[in-house]
């Protein structure tokens, strides 16, 4: 013990030369805002935060950490769903935050492109590409709390990923410090770079396990200036995914959301979320929230109303209610949020992050539905069913009753993660679509990742992080 308290205090010391007192989060109290994720699943123990205040402070820190062998945990604003940013409870591991790397380095609205550190939250991401008469679309529940370089390592999705794509797809260049200090200068803000391996790519969703992301080059585009929105109501999913083919050729890329809740995600809500309120007078086995966007606005309601109402007058939805103001717009949008918040109150939930092909969808529903219902014999369960149906990815979430004991949770998770996630391997989709793998896919990853896949991640992993220093029991 006097050996391991002297290294603990060695290690300290050398860390506070770098970033100061102020960089340092020593007090098991004020750690708990780091060692605990914001669901309250996961918990680990650090003997210190670090919080570097720039790019070469957090070289510094992974030289000491590289020379030490001490492990290190990369965290932005800790909002994942996955446990990947939660230090084990070892005591052994350091967590190294982003939230002192703040600053919005350039933007450049001619080359619509934005540099930023990676600890700038994705809000203020977003203001500062408005304020420049630009749009940086990734958008997610937790946008005011997020950071960029966290959507970056687990590849965030969002609700615009239908017509945007999700990080990979909205970033150039980034910035990188590697396990032994050493940093990568990636900034490059360019569109066309064919020098070689797409380095980039292997950082985005790499979770922290490769080096930690200091800094970006995102993607701006012209700033929308017209919306138009829409709930609508359908008897099946099949019929939804009919509308989407429909919305898609009649309203090309204006199609900016396609947002789905089943009839059990929006009683949830609506039960659970204050302020809320159905859209339809009817309840609907399955809802769809959609959203036009263009930098011109004329004739976007008539586009969407237009196609709507032949899909009503051929019986392909039941029911369509169109907004009338931003306010009422807005509320729609709250109960589509409001779904994570609503099942944190209402129990204990199975969450499952899968992406199919779109054309699957309603067949893998169907026989995921029978499935987990087979299955729950002795669990009184509701599917929750919601997700970015534009874009394939279902969040096919079940929830248990609150009274259900921890070995209990435990078994029904094992039960019906195989269960669906099988069902998901049948139909050639994903197990991690946007929320990344974590430690809660981890070993399911071994299960359904293909031994050479896994052999030729593990080549990579090694040959950036031969000291296996970098978020240890996530992802691999």
């Known amino acids: 013990m006097p050996e391991l308290k002297a290294n603990k205090e060695g290690l300290i010391a050398q860390l506070k030369a770098i970033v100061g007192q102020v960089g340092l989060v020593t ?18 123990q650090v003997p210190v935060v670090v ?8 070289a510094a820190v992974m030289r000491v950490c590289h020379a030490l062998r001490t492990p290190v945990v990369p965290q932005g604003g800790n909002t994942g769903m996955s446990g990947g940013a939660t230090p084990d409870s070892s005591g052994a591991q350091v967590i190294v935050s982003t939230n002192r790397m703040n600053v919005i380095r350039a933007v450049d609205p001619v ?25 940086f679309p990734m958008s997610l529940g937790a946008e005011g709390s997020c950071t960029v370089g966290g959507n970056l390592a687990t590849n965030a999705g969002g609700i615009a990923v239908l017509r945007y794509g999700n990080m990979r797809d909205l970033v150039l260049g980034l910035e990188v410090v590697l396990p032994d200090g050493r940093i990568w200068d990636g900034l490059r803000a360019l569109r066309k770079d064919n020098t070689g391996y797409d380095l980039r790519g292997l950082f985005v969703g790499s979770e922290g396990t490769l080096g930690i992301i200091t800094g970006a080059v995102l993607k701006l585009f012209a700033q929308p200036t017209a919306r138009a929105a829409a709930w609508v109501g359908a008897a099946s999913l099949e019929q939804l995914v009919t509308l989407l083919t429909r919305l898609q050729a009649s309203c090309g890329e204006r199609l900016t959301a396609f947002e789905m809740m089943s009839a059990p995600a929006l ?3 609506l039960a659970h979320v204050q302020d809320t309120r159905a859209p339809l007078l009817e ?27 032949q899909a009503l007058a051929e019986g392909v939805i039941s029911d369509a209610a169109l907004p009338a103001t931003q ?28 992406a199919l092909p779109i054309s699957s969808l309603a067949d893998f529903v169907a026989k995921a539905d029978q499935a987990v219902h087979a299955s729950a014999k002795k669990h009184g369960i509701a599917i929750v069913n919601f997700g970015h149906l534009g874009d394939g990815n279902l969040h096919y979430n079940v929830l248990l009753p609150a009274e259900l004991s921890a070995p209990a949770v435990k078994e029904a998770t094992l039960l019906f993660n195989r269960a669906v996630h099988d069902l998901v391997t049948t139909f050639k989709g994903s197990i991690s679509a946007e929320h990344g793998v974590g430690q809660l896919r981890r070993d399911e990853l071994k299960h359904y990742k293909s ?13 950036f992080d031969p000291n296996q220093i970098m978020n240890p029991g996530k992802l691999l």
């Open 27 to 44: 007090d098991p109290q004020a750690q708990a805002n780091y060692t605990t994720d914001w669901l309250g699943k996961w918990h680990g």
């Open 51 to 58: 919080r570097p205040a720039n790019t070469q402070e957090v």
């Open 111 to 135: 080359n619509n492109t934005m540099t930023v550190e990676s600890g700038v939250i994705l809000a203020h991401a977003q203001q500062a590409a408005l304020d420049v008469q630009r749009y």
């Open 267 to 269: 009683a949830l809500v």
């Open 283 to 309: 309840a609907h086995a399955f809802n769809a929230l959609i959203e036009l966007s263009d930098t011109d606005g004329a004739g976007l309601h008539a586009m969407l109303e237009n196609t709507l109402a």
């Open 327 to 354: 306010t009422q717009s807005v509320a729609l949008w709250k109960l589509r949020e409001g779904i994570s918040q609503a099942q944190v109150r209402a129990g204990k939930v199975i969450k499952h992050d899968i």
């Open 451 to 463: 031994p050479i896949e896994l052999e030729m991640m593990m080549c990579i992993k090694r040959a």
